[in-house]
Each structure stands twice: as structure tokens, then as C-alpha cells.
């Protein structure tokens, strides 16, 4: 995400194709509101509260802010994930009525995550054209 992020200003990364399409900033400030709920709150057992509508609202955010978003959440994913215990990898949590495992959220979160960072790859390369840089390892 950091790499897509790194190649677009301001504009490009609060740009959308249309008012029914979210842009850049949106999604990675819906995917911090997914890490919020599932990893802090959900894992960590810290009181949060999310507000999936205003994350979901176009919202101007800065390059720097979703550098730092970024940076920050997925460092957080990180240091949970190097300190968890299987004891708590098997806790639940209950999502949408269900109960989940923990184990089972980060697979879900992975699997939302890669979800939203092709979009975020899509709208770069619209955005870029012939310039954008491959994220590719």
C-alpha cells in the first residue's frame, strides 16, 4: 500500500471515479476501521468504538496522514501478531451474531485487506497511467 500510496499527491489519493466509487483515502481509512474493531478491540480487548459509516464517508485525508495510518496500523497487526499466544489465537470474539476465532479474524482480515488493496492498485495505475511503479516484489 505504501509503495501505491508513495507514487500519488494529495488529489489523486482523494480521487474517485464517480460519487457511487470510493477513493484512495477511504479505503485505508475503512481498512484502519476493520484493524480498529478486530485487532484492538477484537484481540486486544481494548474499549473501542467504530463508526464504519464515517469511515466510509469521502473525506479529504492528506498523503502524510495515510502514510502514517498505515504505517501505524500495520505495524500494530505486527506487534500483535509476534506477541500473540496460541491461547489467545483461539479466543473469540463474536462477529456480526457469530463467533469467531481470533485466528480466524486475521485470516478474515488478510483476506478484506488484499480485497481493498486491489482496489487501491486499480485506482493508482487509473490515476498514473504509464507512470505508475509496479508493488510487486
Not at 13 to 40: A, D, K, Q, Y
Not at 109 to 119: D, N, P
Request: glycine share 2%; with cysteine; proline share 1%.
Amino acid at each position: 500500500m505504501l509503495k501505491a500510496v508513495s507514487q500519488l499527491d494529495d488529489k489523486q489519493l482523494n480521487w474517485r471515479p464517480n460519487e457511487f466509487s470510493h477513493s484512495i483515502s477511504t479505503l485505508v481509512r475503512h481498512i484502519e476501521g476493520n484493524i480498529i474493531e478486530r485487532v484492538s478491540k477484537g484481540i486486544l480487548n481494548q474499549e473501542i468504538l467504530r463508526n464504519r459509516e464515517d469511515e466510509l464517508k469521502h473525506t479529504f485525508v492528506s498523503k502524510s496522514e495515510l502514510e502514517a495510518i498505515i504505517e501505524e496500523r500495520i505495524q500494530l497487526i505486527i506487534d500483535t501478531i509476534r506477541k500473540i499466544s496460541d491461547e489467545t489465537l483461539e479466543q473469540k470474539q463474536m462477529v456480526r451474531n457469530r463467533e469467531r476465532t481470533n485466528l480466524d479474524m486475521l485470516h478474515q482480515c488478510a483476506a478484506h485487506f488484499s480485497e481493498h488493496m486491489g482496489q487501491i492498485f486499480y485506482i493508482a495505475k487509473q490515476c498514473l497511467k504509464e507512470d505508475y511503479k509496479s508493488t510487486s516484489l
